[in-house]
């Protein structure tokens, strides 16, 4: 059965044990990079973006599943790294505002708008993702607490907006990474409650119900 354990770093481990952690950090990085430009992209295309063997790449995963489950959780337990560390910020609204343009700039939730429901979720995925959903609740909650953010906003809203700033991508990284920060910038002026001319938001927002759907098996 394939070990899908995270390695240690592979420069300070010695012979075969750092070479094949050098590899699996390859293959994650060029996993994410060839499953977003393009999610049937076949395995073999991510060992030639690698640049190492196709078996080296089975040695690790069993299959084009087992590595799509490990390129988002790995986007699963970076979102919960920055949601953690926003929250050792005293000021509940920088907290909040700085978690997202952090989420934003790490382009954790492309994985989630292009990689949603194209493979089962492990029951360690289902604990992150419950624990990432405290923490947005969390961040949230500290926001509201400052009288910054604006009533209706809910954790939710949170999840939406991170993938729709995901969705502008451009062929140019720089440009995608202005533009993003731009759409964001709107977002939380606009439910900034201190913000001029600030009006309640339309409509309902998403439930958790609405958002789970994508993240069931698709046949």
């Not at 070990?3 to 994410?32: C, M």
């Not at 073999?44 to 973006?49: C, D, E, K, L, Y």
């Not at 078996?55 to 790995?74: F, I, P, T």
């Not at 809203?157 to 700033?165: F, Y």
């Amino acid at each position: 059965m394939p070990n899908h354990t995270a390695s240690p770093s592979g420069p300070g481990l010695p012979g075969r044990r750092g070479q094949a952690a050098r590899n699996d950090e390859a293959i994650v990085a060029a996993a994410r990079e060839v499953f977003l430009a393009d999610p049937k992209a076949p395995v073999s295309a991510v060992a030639a973006r690698a640049g190492v063997g196709i078996s080296a790449l089975y040695r690790r995963y069993g299959g084009k599943e087992d590595l799509l489950r490990q390129v988002c959780h790995d986007g699963l337990r970076r979102y919960i790294a920055e949601a953690e560390a926003a929250l050792e910020h005293a000021d509940g609204w920088a907290a909040f505002t700085g978690f997202l343009a952090a989420v934003v700039d790490a382009d954790v939730h492309s994985l989630t708008v292009h990689l949603a429901g194209s493979f089962t979720p492990t029951e360690e995925m289902g604990a992150d993702a419950a624990r990432s959903g405290e923490l947005t609740a969390e961040l949230v909650a500290r926001a509201r607490e400052s009288g910054r953010l604006r009533a209706g906003f809910t954790a939710e809203d949170v999840t939406l907006v991170l993938e729709g700033c995901a969705a502008v991508r451009f062929p140019d990284p720089g440009r995608t990474r202005a533009l993003r920060r731009r759409y964001l910038a709107l977002v939380v002026r606009g439910v900034d409650a201190g913000a001029e001319g600030a009006a309640d938001l339309p409509g309902p927002p998403a439930t958790a119900e609405e958002l789970g759907w994508r993240w069931s098996r698709r046949l």
